[in-house]
């Protein structure tokens, strides 16, 4: 199952010069840009590992490319997002997020009901892959 | 190989105007700008032309279908103090920019602190970060031999100019290195990194000015900060730049300048010394007179014979031998 988080995420993985575009559209509105990678996928975990600090005072995307490079190659099989950050008075939040690394094989996430007093049934998600340890997720050893 | 020939073949077909890219990239104006506001310094423009002349000739090439290797751009500026070395850089960051060199034409200015660390393992994460910045634009690296330091070797400045080489080697498409720095240290600094050296196409040399270019500086400086020159300050000044030449820590065109903002002072005194007398008039505002000039130490210093430094011009802490 594809995992659709964040902007773009209906459409085809973004191309190298896709992502670069998109990044010097966040550069020009003077965001600032950080990656941040997980193997734990699940909607409601926000906090995903920071990969290096995030970047400011960058010109160009191509800074920027590169470290999403060296984020994959450091973690092939991890799911790796960027984020834009607007710093502006009044809004100090993420403008811009999407995914830009996605593991070969994405098992999907399983539905859980519980059955509660009175019947009522309540709903959990649960990821398939974090059923294993971190790090051996998504066929890592 | 079969497919290259055909495309030479065709070329002359496909009209190439060397004009109209010539006009489309607006060099013509940097160009123009370079020779009306940076006085003397014909070599550095001459080698700024035959740059200018290879990307337009390239953008043609690539039109026509023919090869274009990236040229390698990285520089060396070297020249003594003041000769405009980071002016020069700014421009050519701009100039790069509109030939479609480098995309965004910024110019990021480092020196060794920017660039080195305090602690193993510090220099490298900082490097990369100013590379990163540096990125699409142009990275100035002032006083560059200050980087290697062979009286200390665990200096970290090594491992600084490594990685410099290896991004300039590998990037060269994303960014343009300008190294910059006085002549004999520079000299020094290329002979104990050869690589380094081999890896910059344009070592450029910045001369000093001569007496006729000083005063010509002076008066665009002038003009700059809407001055003019009393009726015989002309003489003055230029009977100044000949004695300010001659003694020490000169700067060239730094010099001029504090020399002038020095002479502003003296103009403001004096007239705040008049007060009370006529009303002062735009003219009066304006004019530095003689006298202004007169005032200074140099001519103190000149007329005893001993060439003390004038103690107004510090030198920039680190910048003199």
Known sequence: MRLTQGAFSFLPDLTDAQISSQLDYCLQQGWSVSIEYTDDPHPRNTYWEMFGIPMFDLKDAAGILREVEACRRTFPEHYIKVNAFDATRGIESLRLSFIVGRPSEEPGFGLQREEGRGRQVRYTLRSYAAERPEGQRYGEK | ?321
Do not use: W
């Open chain 2, 1 to 321: 190989m079969n497919q290259g020939t055909q495309q030479i073949q065709q070329a002359p077909a496909v009209a190439l105007d060397l004009d109209a890219v010539f006009r489309d990239s607006d060099v013509a104006e940097v160009l123009e700008r370079l020779d009306n506001e940076l006085i003397g310094l014909a070599p550095v423009k001459g080698r700024i032309r035959d740059i200018c002349a290879l990307l337009l000739v390239d953008t043609l090439r690539r039109q026509a279908g023919l090869n274009t290797g990236a040229p390698s751009l990285h520089m060396n500026f070297t020249g003594n103090p003041g000769t405009g070395k980071t002016t020069v850089a700014m421009r050519m960051a701009e100039i790069l920019h509109r030939l479609g060199y480098v995309r965004k034409g910024h110019m990021i200015a480092v020196t060794r602190d920017d660039l080195v660390g305090q602690y193993i393992g510090h220099t490298a994460p900082k490097t990369r970060e100013v590379l990163k910045r540096a990125m699409g634009g142009v990275l100035f690296i002032d006083e560059a031999y200050y980087l290697y330091r062979p009286e200390n070797e665990r200096d970290y400045g090594q491992e600084a100019i490594e990685i410099l080489l290896q991004e300039m080697e590998n990037h060269r498409d994303d960014l343009v290195v300008i190294f910059a720095g006085y002549r004999d240290r520079m000299d020094r600094f290329f002979g104990s990194n050869p690589g380094l050296s081999s890896r910059i196409a344009h070592h450029i040399d910045f001369p000093d000015y001569t007496q006729t270019e000083l005063l010509a500086i002076a008066h665009l400086m002038l003009d700059q900060m809407q001055y003019a020159l009393g009726a015989d300050a002309e003489a003055t000044l230029r009977d100044y730049i000949d004695k300010r030449r001659h003694q020490a820590h000169f700067a060239n065109a730094r010099s001029i300048r504090n020399a002038l903002d020095r002479a502003r002072l003296r103009q403001a005194s004096r007239l705040f010394a008049q007060r009370g007398g006529a009303p002062l008039t735009r003219t009066d505002l304006m004019t530095i007179e003689s006298t202004d000039i007169l005032a200074s130490r140099v001519f103190a210093a000149a007329d005893t014979h001993c060439a003390i430094s004038d103690p107004s011009v510090v030198p920039r802490a680190g910048t003199q031998p």
